[in-house]
């Protein structure tokens, strides 16, 4: 039977050559975007899926009482003590870890080899009991226990020891701190599909940093502090609930006294280790929201695609009439029928199937460029590759011969030879909604693009509130670079080519890792309001070109501007109810043991510290008594013309200066700007999808008005023979299909409109939707629709009528 559909499909094929390129293009294209979106969605949902024992991981996070920041009222960290004490005191709770991030860059030192490395963290000796990762070297439930260990992944190996072993080999880490010894005791192979991707983790008992990460200090402080990540395994069948409950009764216990006294309460949460890359919505928006995003359009195409089978079959359902009686005659059931067609229909899509896994192929190189990926078939996903193709097949065959299959099944025998079938007006009527439903998706898809597009430039574009041009921000990773701050700056004022130099501990683009709740005359740290506290020095508001709203600026004597001077900017004044100017000389106060008191000296304006996308926060500067505080330094350029030759000058200052730290460097306008990578990405997959979607659109557009050219034949001939226009008969047969565009159009408008204003409710500041949005969408798709059958219909309308009557 599967031979017999085989030869009958080849054989319609062979008959009806352009409607079956149509169709096998229009499936092919369908199919190829739905893989490779379909490969790109499996690349996500595979993150955390290695672990043992996923279902009882979780990621403990705390929810706060008031907004902490950026509209945010959890952060996915806990207080340090915190981990350790639920583990001794509820049952459930078989193992927990701690960890730390080591900061963006820490210097790796082996022999002659010294390099930055990203991604470290500093953990307790339980890390690897919790999560699972592939030991290549060393032993995962031990590798931790001693003090100054390190695993590292097996990337960072072969950069550190080529081709050898590396267990029990010795490196030096600086990490803003004196070099640490450190023995290798473990290595794992890079997992990059992971919420925490790790490229070394040393542990929590060793010198350095983590000397002061396990103070008495810090693991007394139940409260603030909550900068420790925190992960447990319960036992199996434990309740959530239960164990959240149970958790906060120890905190209540511990910390009690200290959350009253900084003037908040807070809850402990779990939060499931196989949802935290894809539905966590702490600090950012869920990663899911783009997955939804992207499977809706993959589906969209491929409804596209099978719309075009549909309509172009049913549309040509006249010239299988005499075909359809003679088999019904012959005695075939209609069950028969409909299983033949139907099969027809599976072999066609296979055809496609096949043209779509090379293309898939063909394409795969530029869609990693377009999704930053590495996807690639390997023994990882082409399980998932053959499912969804499989799946795909058997949906695409159905969904597309489905209704050609009743339909055609459905002649009577006796009109059929009589040659007395009327085709239904029912399927006119269907196979014009489905036109317009098809451009009503595609019409909906193009207003998306633009309005996405116009969205990422007004972030991109809209002003920052300070000047990020021409400044090149110098990272001071290491104690010596922070202690060679001063004479750095004293000699990069004397380069002709640097105007300003100025140092901070947070730059523009990256998160202030820091906030105090502070009050006003009469308040207290119940009524306080919450300030980001950044760390920066002399000349960093000028040399950003931050307006001052009222007072003044830090000046060059540290030792009087870091007792209690402060500078906020509006944000900050208005929450407590103030203009500026009045602002000016009063006292904020913060309570830790004692009463401190810090005089607001200035207020500036408000400016986008990280991006356009998050509301402004208040924002608090301060001048720290010592110049190792400071983790950046940046100096702006007088010229925005030789950016090479200014930075090599730069460098060469830097190595005079600074012997033992590598050079490093960045734009402060780039580093900002890279706070867009993700939207510009789904940007440009929906920008590229949404145009293989119009494409689609076209090609069933197309067919359809070859088929309407050469059903019309002799009526053209007629008309052009009576006296009518090539102009005529054109607009003649394009009016139906653009009357159809213009419906979808009207239809699409509601729709686009309630979908995007959804969308863009998740940024503080927003483009506002105009109606013109809708009539570029619709005009976009006008023309196309408009060129696509207008090429057919003036290829029949030039046609020469004698050809068309000669029959006559």
Not at 251 to 274: C, H, N, V, W
Not at 557 to 564: A, H, L, P, T
Not at 684 to 711: D, K, P, Q
Request: glycine share 6%.
């Amino acid at each position: 039977m599967l031979r017999n559909y085989i030869i009958l499909a080849w054989r319609n094929i062979l008959r009806s050559k352009v409607y079956s390129s149509i169709n096998i293009s229009g499936l092919s294209l369908g199919i190829t975007c739905c893989l490779l979106l379909a490969l790109y969605i499996q690349d996500e949902m595979a993150y955390d899926q290695h672990h043992e024992r996923l279902g009882d991981l979780y990621r403990i996070y705390t929810h706060f009482d008031r907004d902490i920041g950026f509209g945010q009222s959890d952060i996915d960290g806990i207080s340090p003590p915190i981990a350790p004490a639920v583990r001794a005191e509820v049952p459930e709770i078989e193992v927990a870890a701690r960890y730390v991030d080591a900061g963006k860059q820490s210097l790796f030192i082996y022999g002659d080899k010294t390099f930055y490395e990203s991604d470290g963290i500093v953990a307790d000796s339980t890390l690897f009991d919790l999560l699972t990762y592939e030991f290549l070297e060393g032993n995962p439930h031990h590798a931790l226990d001693d003090p100054n260990t390190v695993v590292i992944n097996d990337h960072l190996a072969q950069k550190l020891f080529d081709d050898e072993p590396a267990l029990n080999k010795l490196v030096q880490i600086d990490r803003q701190g004196a070099p640490v010894t450190f023995k290798v005791t473990g290595v794992i192979k890079d997992q990059k599909k992971s919420f925490q991707h790790i490229n070394f983790v040393t542990s929590l008992s060793s010198d350095g940093l983590s000397r002061d990460l396990v103070s008495q200090e810090l693991m007394d402080e139940w409260a603030g502090e909550n900068f420790f990540g925190g992960l447990i395994r319960l036992a199996p069948g434990s309740d959530v609930k239960t164990v959240e409950a149970k958790m906060n009764a120890v905190l209540i216990k511990y910390g009690s006294e200290d959350m009253k006294a900084l003037g908040f309460q807070k809850t402990l949460m779990l939060e499931p280790i196989r949802d935290v890359y894809l539905y966590s919505p702490i600090g950012r928006s869920p990663r899911i929201q783009y997955i939804y995003v992207i499977a809706s359009i993959a589906t969209f195409i491929l409804v596209l695609a099978c719309i075009n089978f549909m309509n172009l079959s049913t549309a040509r359902a006249g010239k299988r009439a005499a075909e359809i009686g003679i088999r019904k005659v012959m005695g075939a059931f209609r069950s028969t029928l409909i299983r033949h067609i139907l099969g027809e229909a599976m072999v066609i899509v296979l055809l496609a199937i096949v043209i779509s896994i090379m293309l898939v192929q063909l394409a795969l190189p530029f869609f990693n460029y377009l999704t930053n990926k590495t996807i690639s078939f390997n023994s990882g996903n082409v399980g998932y590759f053959a499912v969804a193709l499989i799946i795909l097949t058997v949906i695409t065959g159905l969904l597309a011969g489905s209704y050609p299959a009743f339909y055609l099944s459905s002649f009577q025998p006796a009109q059929v030879l009589k040659g007395k079938l009327a085709l239904s007006n029912n399927t006119g009527l269907l196979r014009r909604s489905l036109v317009i439903f098809q451009f009503l998706i595609a019409i909906t898809l193009v207003s998306g693009m633009i309005i996405i597009s116009r969205q990422l430039s007004y972030m991109q574009n809209k002003s920052l509130g300070f000047d990020a041009e021409a400044k090149i921000v110098l990272p001071l990773r290491t104690a010596e670079a922070r202690g060679r701050y001063e004479g750095l700056r004293n000699e990069l004022l004397k380069y002709e080519a640097v105007e300003k130099v100025s140092a901070a501990r947070f730059m523009p683009g990256s998160r202030v890792f820091g906030d105090m709740i502070f009050y006003t005359e009469g308040g207290s740290m119940e009524t306080g309001r919450t300030n980001f506290r950044n760390e920066v020095d002399q000349g960093y508001i000028e040399l950003l070109d931050i307006p001052m709203v009222a007072g003044r600026t830090f000046t060059s004597n540290r030792k009087m501007e870091s007792q209690n001077k402060v500078v906020i900017n509006r944000a900050s004044a208005k929450q407590y109810g103030y203009e500026p100017e009045e602002m000016l000389g009063k006292n904020l106060y913060f309570d830790w043991g004692k009463k401190y008191t810090f005089e607001v000296i200035g207020v500036m304006e408000d400016y986008h510290h990280i991006s356009v996308r998050e509301e402004i926060k208040p924002l608090i500067f301060v001048m720290p008594d010592t110049i190792g505080r400071y983790e950046v330094m940046v100096a702006s350029l007088r010229s925005r013309g030789d950016f090479q030759k200014a930075v090599a000058g730069i460098e060469k200052i830097w190595k005079a200066q600074v012997d033992n730290t590598p050079f490093e460097y960045s734009f402060l306008d780039e580093n900002v700007q890279k706070q867009y990578d993700d939207d510009r990405r789904v940007s440009s997959i929906i920008t590229v999808f949404t145009c293989m979607a119009v494409l689609i659109s076209c090609l069933g557009l197309y067919g359809l008005s070859t088929y309407m050219a050469e059903r019309r034949f002799k009526e053209i001939g007629v008309r052009k023979v009576m006296g009518a226009s090539v102009k005529q008969i054109v607009t003649l047969m394009s009016s139906e299909f653009i009357k159809l565009v213009l419906v979808a159009l009207v239809l699409s408008v509601p729709l686009s409109w309630y979908l995007m204003d959804l969308w863009l409710q998740g940024f503080a500041y927003r483009i506002s939707i105009d109606v013109l949005i809708f009539v570029y969408a619709g005009s976009i798709a006008l023309i196309i629709a408009l060129i696509t059958v207008s090429f057919e219909s003036l290829k029949a309308a030039s046609a020469n009528p004698l050809n068309a009557l000669r029959n006559e």
